[in-house]
């Protein structure tokens, strides 16, 4: 099993809706959980951290966390064309910059007009 | 501020051939790491310098190595290259708590 999971998609919204991505991770011990965002052909950038249970909101964009459970998702509201990309989940098992985070293989968005 | 600098963007090897690359983090960024990219494999962690010490070793094997310097730049070098290895490799800047900050990328192709 991969240390952290994701659903390749591509997952397709049409604009204005609420895209759903969502982030499943095998260690009980992970304590930070960051979203990325990837533009084909451009590198990650950071979208969110979250580190406790429940919703954590920036925006457009919440991150809900369910440590029972072991799954983080991005729930991204009024959709654009411009969030069309690649988001990446990534965990860590610590808080500190020694831990290094492991990612997954990313969800493909697609939002269309 | 500057970002991330990798260097170079493009490069095309052959098989056997040996590359370095080059990454100069965010000035104050003292922790940077390596991963490469591919569309089967995702991001996958090479390791990690921290004041120039090698502080985190991800699951490659010894052809790829790397260093970092008293000033926080930072080289990989990949000797005796494999098909398999043709990636993006990326360079990530960090102060330390948490939020990375991903270079541009230098795209190997292998051939």
């Known amino acids: 099993q991969k240390e952290v999971e994701q659903n390749s998609g591509p997952l397709s919204v049409p604009e204005g809706a609420i895209a759903s991505l969502n982030c499943t991770y095998s260690d009980r011990g992970s304590q930070s959980f960051f979203w990325y965002r990837q533009y084909s052909g451009k590198s990650p950038e950071l979208i969110m951290f979250i580190y406790s249970n429940g919703d954590k909101e920036d925006g457009r964009f919440t991150a809900q966390l369910n440590k029972a459970s072991q799954y983080v998702s991005l729930l991204i509201r009024d959709s654009q064309p411009s969030d069309s990309a690649t988001y990446l989940c990534?965990?860590?098992?610590?808080?500190?910059?020694?831990?290094?985070?492991?990612f997954g293989r990313g969800t493909s968005l697609i939002v269309h007009p | 501020k500057a970002g991330v600098t990798q260097t170079p963007r493009y490069l095309i090897k052959t098989r056997g051939q040996q590359v370095t690359l080059s990454c100069s983090p965010i000035s104050g960024h003292r922790s940077v790491s390596w991963y490469q990219q591919t569309p089967g494999q995702g991001l996958q962690f090479l390791f990690e310098?921290?004041?120039?010490?090698?502080?985190n070793k991800g699951n490659f094997p010894g052809r790829f190595s790397g260093r970092q310097f008293s000033n926080s730049r930072s080289e990989m070098n990949v000797s005796t290259l494999e098909l398999g290895d043709s990636a993006l490799y990326l360079c990530?800047?960090?102060f330390g708590t948490g939020e990375l900050f991903f270079g541009e990328g230098s795209r190997l192709t292998v051939l």
């Open positions: 990534a965990v860590k098992k610590g808080s500190g910059g020694s831990y290094i985070p492991t």
């Open positions: 310098y921290f004041s120039e010490t090698q502080r």
């Open positions: 990530v800047s960090s």
